[in-house]
């Protein structure tokens, strides 16, 4: 439910805040749910906050988990 | 979009349909609840049904926090806004959603109120800083992914020390809600869950796994995009296959067994359980709701003003209980479609974009041989 | 000796001036404000005469005339504000008519208060578009309303136009098989707009996609002056359109989602506010219904045209007793493009 997108951080500002970036579009947002959050990190946001980092390792397994299994040739039933 | 693009990826997701179809087993019904309203949205919006096989059923849960407020605290938010001196600020989601006699937050503001839309907790601080005239109060919706962000306004009106803040905390939560509906006699036997994307992040894999086992029931946590839900569909029909009820997670990228704990951590310090809370569609539900803690009552809109706490019935043909619970379909009720549209919403699930009614009637109403 | 006699003994502020109630009076003040400001930005043989009407002859033939009212808030936007948008706007409505635009009116309801530095920003943008497009602006009004009884400034519009002999393009002349085309991106400028509303913050490079369509419509006829229907997706966007043009044709659509161009930052900005592009304003975009056998000479007239690069087929009309858009998305399901009761609102959920 809750609309929540991954957007790239792309300045740390003072009192907690960050600016990121989503298809080019730039929005000012609060780091104060989440700790260490460097620029070139990609966080979840929601209502103006980062609710978590996206873990980019996990992110690929998953895609890659994707590719195998809509490759995999089946058999009609 | 980096991180969304990849995950809508049309080939891939009908491959993934195809693996769907080769892992279900024949003449068998697989009834799989998808408890967040985004995903309902999600399923609606790209059309995914269409790639499942009949052997198939989507069944749209209770998780969407506008659809499931009832209508007297709608009425409330009303009567806060009426008061003197009172800026209401709310998300959009809830502006147009109607109260009692068709009274809507869109409509009081047309009629004089002073109702501001905002994106964020911090809009609304801002505002109170800004006009130390008016008293600003947030109307606070959600489930647990979007609780924190009250929490950190809560603690940083404290910090502050503003006199003009204070919320109206309508935040409930998800687990309680999944209970209930499993431990309903009414609702449909379901197959599994596929489990809220964001509300995850915050409060992790683990509090499923209570449920999972108590009830036996395999659930399986999901991003938003449309290739996450058809995965996630896929793992559900494994477990089912394989006679497992275990908690997987397909959205790994953003969510972990722990989830956010600096998160849960704030919520914990400022909100506190309600012994019950009222759900629209499903009655009143054990400790399913937030309070704020009685250190923050300075904030608590509920402790300022004697909000009025009336409860209001839906119209008795409304069907909504029987749809969140599986029971019936949309175009079942008969108010679908005829008196009950999104611009005419009767019950919980017309009432915002997600809900099961709504979500067919702006995306797939053009199926069954339905009237426009 | 005597001082000269001059009309008004001081000319406007413009600089910090503002509108007061004299300018709307009737009087020396509103002559000096349309003077200085209006005439002196549209400058033509009609405005010049100074009568409150325009007298023109007029070419035989089927003529068009369409009227229009500009409210929008902020009155200056990325790429534009409310005087080039009033202008193209109402050259779009009579375009889309498949005519030629041949004279416009103007009529300005202003707040007291307004600062004369921003009315003359409009009024000048609004005769740069004027002259632009070669469709002059040849009478006007112009009205003040007490502060608080106006948004800044509102303003109407009028054009006439010509339709070509033999062509008759409308609404209600869609049929199955007929091909959907689109000139270019859709939402730019209601993202545009939105992100200087109040309340909305993000940031972004895209400009409003306001622009005059008559010279790319005045090709597109002469190549295939068998179109069925023209029209642009103002407020409510693409949905909107298609959902009136079925309801007046009758018909069903089908479009691929694969095919509707969108530029990534009006993707993103939609991500991030939870709405669809679909229901997101264009001011400067078209929708082209014709017949099957003119799809890919209209596309390629459409693409070589600066207003049309990026032009698209991207679905077909059907039969359909129910009227529906239907559309088959990125992943292969189907679902209706619906029409929404009112403006779309920024979600969390």
């Known amino acids: 439910m809750c609309l929540a997108l991954p957007a790239l951080v792309t300045e740390l500002l003072p009192d907690d805040l960050a600016k990121v970036e989503l298809g080019g579009v730039r929005q000012k947002i609060s780091l104060a749910l989440v700790s260490d959050v460097a620029l070139g990190d990609y966080v979840i946001v929601h209502v103006g906050y980062a609710l978590a980092k996206l873990d980019p390792e996990e992110a690929a397994k998953t895609l890659a988990l994707f590719e195998e299994i809509s490759q995999q040739p089946t058999e009609a039933r | 979009m980096k991180y969304i693009d990849e995950f809508r990826n049309g080939e891939v997701a009908r491959g993934l349909a195809k693996a769907i179809a080769a892992e279900v087993e024949p003449g068998r019904a697989y009834r799989l609840m998808e408890f967040c309203g985004g995903h309902t949205h999600a399923i609606s919006r790209y059309g995914l049904e269409d790639l499942l096989p009949d052997g198939i059923r989507m069944i749209h849960g209770p998780g969407c926090p506008v659809c499931v407020l009832p209508i007297g605290r709608i009425d409330a938010a009303l009567w806060l806004a009426a008061q003197p001196g009172v800026t209401l600020c709310s998300y959009g989601d809830m502006l147009r959603v109607p109260g009692s006699e068709r009274r809507s ?135 089912v296959n394989q006679g497992r009820a275990e908690v997987e997670n397909e959205f790994a990228r953003a969510v972990t067994r722990d989830g956010n704990l600096k998160a849960q951590a704030l919520v914990a310090e400022v909100f506190e359980l309600r012994p019950w809370f009222e759900w629209r569609g499903l009655g009143r539900v054990a400790d399913s709701a937030l309070a704020i803690r009685p250190e923050f009552a300075a904030f608590d809109a509920e402790r300022r003003w004697p909000v009025p706490d009336i409860s209001v019935a839906d119209n008795p043909a409304c069907d909504c209980g029987a749809i969140l619970r599986g029971l019936k379909r949309p175009v079942e009720c008969r108010l679908f479609g005829t008196v009950c549209t999104p611009d005419n919403p009767m019950g919980s699930c017309m009432v915002s974009a997600e809900g099961a009614c709504a979500a067919h009637w702006t995306y797939g109403r053009f199926r069954e041989g339905e009237t426009r | 000796m005597t001082l000269p006699r001059r009309a008004h003994p001081r000319p406007l502020d413009l600089a910090h001036g503002r509108v007061d109630l004299s300018h709307g009076g009737g009087g020396r003040a509103m002559a000096q404000l349309v003077e200085e400001i209006f005439l002196a930005a549209f400058d033509n043989e009609a405005l010049r005469q100074k009568n409150d009407q325009a007298a023109f002859d007029i070419p035989g033939g089927r003529m068009v005339m369409t009227t229009d009212g500009y409210v929008i808030h902020p009155l200056f936007f990325p790429g534009g504000d409310i005087g080039s948008l009033a202008v193209h706007g109402t050259i779009n409505d009579v375009a889309m008519a498949g005519a030629r635009p041949l004279y416009l009116s103007a009529g300005f309801i202003i707040e007291e208060g307004f600062p004369l530095a921003d009315l003359k920003r409009i009024a000048d943008s609004m005769a740069q578009a004027s002259k632009e497009a070669g469709v002059p602006v040849v009478t006007g009004d112009t009205k003040v309303v007490e502060r608080g009884k106006g948004d800044g400034v509102f303003i109407t519009t009028a054009g006439i136009g010509l339709v070509p002999p033999g062509v008759v393009i409308s609404g209600d002349r869609a049929r ?85 161009p969108v530029r990534d930052e009006v993707r993103g900005a939609c991500e991030l506010l939870g709405l669809d592009p679909l229901h997101v304003a264009n001011e400067g975009k078209l929708i082209c219904i014709c017949p099957p056998e003119d ?32 559309m088959e998305t990125a992943q292969g399901g189907r679902r209706i493009v619906d029409w929404l009761a009112g403006e779309q609102l920024p979600r969390i959920c």
């Open chain 2, 105 to 239: 937050l869109l409509k009081a503001k047309a009629a004089g109120a002073d109702i501001r839309m905002v994106q964020s907790t911090q809009d609304a601080l801002a505002l109170a800083q800004k006009r130390p005239d008016r008293q600003v109060v947030f109307f606070a919706i959600g489930f647990e992914t979007t609780t924190p962000p009250s929490a950190v306004a809560l603690k940083q009106a404290q910090a502050l020390g503003l006199a003009n803040f204070s919320m109206f905390s309508n935040h409930v939560l998800t687990p309680p809600a999944i209970a209930h509906i499993l431990d309903s006699d009414e609702t449909v036997k379901l197959d599994g869950f596929v489990g809220p994307a964001h509300v995850s992040t915050v409060i992790g894999s683990r509090p499923y796994e209570g449920a999972a086992a108590h009830y036996n029931k395999p659930v399986v946590i999901a991003g938003f995009e449309p290739l996450d839900v058809l995965q996630a569909v896929l793992m559900l029909v494994r477990q």
């Open chain 3, 176 to 260: 199955p098989g007929d091909v959907i085309l689109l000139s270019g991106t859709m939402g730019d400028h209601g993202v545009a707009v939105m992100s200087r509303r109040e309340g909305l913050e993000f940031e972004t490079d895209l400009v409003s996609d306001s622009a005059a369509l008559h010279f790319l419509v005045a090709a597109m006829v002469a190549r295939a002056p068998g179109i069925r229907t023209l029209r642009d997706p103002t407020r409510g966007g693409l949905a909107a359109t298609l959902n009136e043009i079925t309801a007046q044709s009758q018909i069903g659509m089908l479009i691929d989602e694969t095919l509707v």
């Open chain 3, 295 to 326: 799809a890919d000479s209209l596309l390629a007239v459409m693409r070589a045209h600066p207003l049309g690069a990026e032009a698209a087929r991207v679905g077909i009309c059907r039969a359909d007793p129910r009227h529906f858009v239907q």
